[in-house]
Every structure is written in structure tokens, then in C-alpha cells.
């Protein structure tokens, strides 16, 4: 029964029954606070007092003037 529509009711209500009627809820809310979306997606300014968008910027330019690709002849 494993892989079918049966299987996955059956298990969701082992788990139910197991862990309590709020599982699913419990561990969809303990990813919800586990994801951390800083970096370049942030709007908030990190340490260095720039957002993510700046910083996203300034590492472009960075990688870009260090490029390994050849210079066009134009």
C-alpha cells in the first residue's frame, strides 16, 4: 500500500493518532521558522548598513570586474 492514496491516509492517520491530531500543523510550522530569508532577498540592512539588494550590487560589480571571460574585439 505504500506510494498510493490509501497508504498516505493510512500513515497520516497513524501519525494522528501517534503524535497528536495537530502533526501536520506542528511540523509545517517548525519549517516556517526554521527558513531564514536574508542575504540578497533582505530589505533590512545587515551590519554593514547596506540591503540585500545593495549588496547584491556591489557583489555583481565585484565579480565582474574579476571576469574570466576574454574581451570582445568590437
Known sequence: MAGT???GAKAALTNKKKY???FY???????GKKGV????????PGTDGLTGR???RIAGARGGRISRRT???K
Open 5 to 7: 492514496k490509501a497508504g
Open 20 to 22: 497528536g491530531k495537530e
Open 25 to 31: 500543523a506542528m511540523i509545517g510550522a517548525k519549517g
Open 37 to 44: 530569508t536574508g542575504g540578497f532577498g533582505s530589505d533590512k
Open 54 to 56: 545593495e549588496r547584491a
Open 71 to 73: 574581451k570582445s574585439s
